[in-house]
Structures are given as structure tokens and as C-alpha cells.
């Protein structure tokens, strides 16, 4: 085994952070070191099954070193007919199979339309029956999360369908990966929407940006809880942008702690407070001046 310094800069670390997989770190790693990815499995002890979920998770991360590949063709998308779909279900056994499948887990039976859109995933993005029944579940626990008590459409599934396309994931444990990286970034948004006092509803699309962004600073709990506190003080309530004003200027100057906040408080009103002083000065001199 080969031993490097490793450079890992800040954007890599807190990926690595925020995927909570001691593998993938491990792994990412070795590689960096300047080791050979097939030679994980002995170097480090690794099952084949415990290699390929840590190196599915580095490459849902942009941290594996090979490219991702979209498996979405170039060109239009194509358009498929119910003849497609009659023959599809006459003469391949899986799509039969994969289409019993889905309308279990939706609870329902799908018409031409949605078998059109199921023959889609299977012909043109290439998705495995097994990862389509993954994808399937994903997006009926997340529309769950949302408070839709009713089971996705295949529209909705679609589109998901094909950003899994364009991150590459085709793969069982590709696509675990990703739902874990998922599930620990719904985790983190809950505990800023706990922090924000935000109950029974789900955040807008903008007040979602805004908390990525937040969210990507790595900021512990007390600082925003500290950031949240101020913006209310001086606002009223929750203000967003009020609040990420905050923590954009904290981040800049490299707060990272309650502590570290307190003190550059204290810096900055001890120097208002003599720069006021100095400006006093200057005009009991005027003064003394004026009187001679």
C-alpha cells in the first residue's frame, strides 16, 4: 500500500462529512493516496458488496476518479406507441413482471399511458426492474414526507427517473447510495426547520435553497440558533434573507463557533467605541482652539 501525503480541500471534506459513511471515507481515501480501486478488497478488508455501496456513494459525491457518464442518450426523447407497449408485454417477460411490480407498490393499476412511460425506463434509460422498483419506493416515501398521502404519478416518477439517468445511477447500490445521501440531507433540513420553529409544512423552493446553502457552511446548531435569534430581534420573525446576511458575513470572517462570534463582537465595539472617542477628541480640540 502506497503512502502519500493526501490533500483534501474543504468542499471534499464536508461531503465526506455529510454522507456519514465511514467506507466511503476510508475509501476515498486510499484511492487518494495514489492506490488502485481493485485493490481495495484485500488492502482494506472490504467484502465486494461493502466495496461497491462505498464506492457508489463516492461517486454519487463527484469524489470517485472516474467521470460520470449520463445513460440518457443525445437526441429526443422517444415516443413510444401502444403498440410498443402490446408487444413489450407479449413477448418480454420482465416488463410483465416489472409492471405487476410497480402497481403493487402504487397500489393501483397503470394504464397505457404510465406502461408507455414504464417502457421507457426499461428501452431508453437502461434502468434495471429492480432499480425501477428502488426508484419507485423512493418517490413514494418522499411524497410521503411531504404530507401527499396518495402515491406519485408516473409523470412525477419520470422526472426523477431521469436525473437518476443523468447522476448514472443504474446499479442497486448506486441507488442506495443516493437515497442514503438523501436521507441524511432530509435529516439536516428537519433540524433547521426544528432551529427555525417551522411545523406542519414543508419548505418552498426558495426557503429550500436557502437552507442547502446554510446548510453547506457546516455550521453547528448554536450558530444558527444564534443567527435565527438575532433576525428576530431585529426583523420581528423569520426573515430570510435578513438571516442569510448573518451567516454569509460570519462565514466570511470565519466564525465557525458561538465563541468566535461573541469575540469579533467585542473587537467591533471596542473599535466603534474608539473611533467615537477619537472623534470626540478632535472636537474638544476644535473647541480649545476656538477659545484661544
Given at each position: 500500500m502506497n503512502i502519500q501525503p493526501i490533500h483534501i480541500d474543504t468542499a471534499?471534506?464536508?461531503?465526506?462529512?455529510?454522507?456519514?459513511?465511514?467506507?466511503?471515507?476510508l475509501l476515498f481515501l486510499y484511492i487518494r493516496s495514489g492506490n488502485d480501486p481493485?485493490?481495495?478488497?484485500?488492502?482494506?478488508?472490504?467484502?465486494?458488496?461493502?466495496?461497491?455501496?462505498?464506492a457508489a456513494t463516492l461517486r454519487q459525491l463527484g469524489l470517485w476518479p472516474e467521470e460520470k457518464r449520463s445513460a440518457i442518450a443525445p437526441g429526443e426523447r422517444p415516443q413510444y406507441s401502444e403498440k410498443d407497449v402490446l408487444e413489450a408485454m407479449d413477448q418480454q417477460a420482465s416488463f410483465r413482471l416489472l409492471r405487476g411490480e410497480v402497481q403493487r407498490l402504487l397500489g393501483r393499476n397503470l394504464n397505457t399511458e404510465d406502461l408507455k412511460i414504464l417502457l421507457g425506463f426499461q428501452h431508453y434509460l437502461g434502468l434495471p426492474p429492480e432499480v425501477v422498483s428502488v426508484l419507485v419506493t423512493f418517490c413514494k416515501d418522499r411524497a410521503r414526507m411531504r404530507g401527499n398521502l396518495r402515491a406519485p404519478s408516473l409523470r412525477t416518477i419520470e422526472k426523477?427517473?431521469?436525473?437518476?439517468?443523468?447522476?448514472?445511477?443504474?446499479?442497486?447500490?448506486?441507488?442506495?447510495a443516493y437515497i442514503q445521501t438523501q436521507n441524511n440531507r432530509n435529516s439536516k433540513i428537519h433540524q433547521l426547520m426544528d432551529i427555525l420553529q417551522i411545523r406542519g409544512r414543508t419548505l418552498t423552493a426558495a426557503e429550500e435553497r436557502f437552507a442547502n446553502a446554510w446548510l453547506g457552511m457546516e455550521l453547528p446548531r448554536?450558530?444558527?440558533?444564534?443567527?435565527?435569534?438575532?433576525?428576530?430581534?431585529?426583523?420581528?420573525g423569520l426573515n430570510w434573507n435578513y438571516m442569510n446576511k448573518i451567516l454569509t458575513r460570519w462565514?466570511?470572517?470565519g466564525f465557525k463557533t458561538v465563541e468566535d462570534i461573541r469575540t469579533g463582537d467585542r473587537k467591533s465595539t471596542e473599535k466603534t467605541a474608539k473611533r467615537q472617542l477619537?472623534?470626540?477628541e478632535k472636537a474638544a480640540i476644535a473647541r480649545m482652539l476656538q477659545e484661544v
Amino acid at each position: 500500500m502506497n503512502i502519500q501525503p493526501i490533500h483534501i480541500d474543504t468542499a471534499e471534506l464536508r461531503k465526506l462529512l455529510g454522507t456519514s459513511s465511514g467506507d466511503a471515507a476510508l475509501l476515498f481515501l486510499y484511492i487518494r493516496s495514489g492506490n488502485d480501486p481493485q485493490t481495495a478488497c484485500a488492502q482494506l478488508n472490504f467484502t465486494s458488496t461493502r466495496l461497491s455501496c462505498a464506492a457508489a456513494t463516492l461517486r454519487q459525491l463527484g469524489l470517485w476518479p472516474e467521470e460520470k457518464r449520463s445513460a440518457i442518450a443525445p437526441g429526443e426523447r422517444p415516443q413510444y406507441s401502444e403498440k410498443d407497449v402490446l408487444e413489450a408485454m407479449d413477448q418480454q417477460a420482465s416488463f410483465r413482471l416489472l409492471r405487476g411490480e410497480v402497481q403493487r407498490l402504487l397500489g393501483r393499476n397503470l394504464n397505457t399511458e404510465d406502461l408507455k412511460i414504464l417502457l421507457g425506463f426499461q428501452h431508453y434509460l437502461g434502468l434495471p426492474p429492480e432499480v425501477v422498483s428502488v426508484l419507485v419506493t423512493f418517490c413514494k416515501d418522499r411524497a410521503r414526507m411531504r404530507g401527499n398521502l396518495r402515491a406519485p404519478s408516473l409523470r412525477t416518477i419520470e422526472k426523477e427517473a431521469y436525473h437518476w439517468a443523468e447522476l448514472g445511477i443504474d446499479t442497486l447500490e448506486s441507488a442506495a447510495a443516493y437515497i442514503q445521501t438523501q436521507n441524511n440531507r432530509n435529516s439536516k433540513i428537519h433540524q433547521l426547520m426544528d432551529i427555525l420553529q417551522i411545523r406542519g409544512r414543508t419548505l418552498t423552493a426558495a426557503e429550500e435553497r436557502f437552507a442547502n446553502a446554510w446548510l453547506g457552511m457546516e455550521l453547528p446548531r448554536e450558530v444558527i440558533a444564534l443567527a435565527y435569534e438575532r433576525t428576530c430581534l431585529n426583523t420581528g420573525g423569520l426573515n430570510w434573507n435578513y438571516m442569510n446576511k448573518i451567516l454569509t458575513r460570519w462565514q466570511e470572517a470565519g466564525f465557525k463557533t458561538v465563541e468566535d462570534i461573541r469575540t469579533g463582537d467585542r473587537k467591533s465595539t471596542e473599535k466603534t467605541a474608539k473611533r467615537q472617542l477619537d472623534e470626540d477628541e478632535k472636537a474638544a480640540i476644535a473647541r480649545m482652539l476656538q477659545e484661544v
